[in-house]
């Protein structure tokens, strides 16, 4: 499951942020909400983004959030090039 932020104009109160089903709230200095949002799919991601749309908000930014290193659900990812790569390389 990923994390996203999500970063809409205005300060919304909780119950919208439940309605939209937001992890987490946080009300900016500068008049703008984050959201925090767990997505088990793309599709769930846009069903998200639907219901902002629905709801009238404007979309500032959407980011996903880095894993967390404790995360069991992603593998490892390595910079090095494979062994494959290396030899069509050569």
């Given amino acids: 499951m990923d994390?996203?932020?999500?970063?809409v104009a205005g300060h919304l109160d909780q119950r919208r942020a439940r309605f939209l089903g937001c992890e987490e709230l946080r009300l900016l200095p500068d008049g703008d909400?984050?959201?925090?949002?767990a997505a088990v799919d793309?599709?769930?991601?846009?069903?998200?983004?639907?219901?902002?749309?629905?709801t009238g908000l404007?979309?500032?930014?959407?980011?996903?959030m880095p894993a967390s290193a404790g995360s069991v659900n992603r593998s490892p990812r390595t910079t090095e090039p494979s062994k494959e790569d290396s030899e069509a390389a050569d």
């Fill in 42 to 54: 793309q599709a769930a991601l846009y069903g998200l983004l639907t219901r902002l749309r629905d």
């Fill in 33 to 37: 909400t984050l959201l925090i949002f």
């Fill in 58 to 64: 404007g979309l500032i930014a959407a980011e996903r």
């Fill in 3 to 7: 994390l996203y932020e999500i970063r």
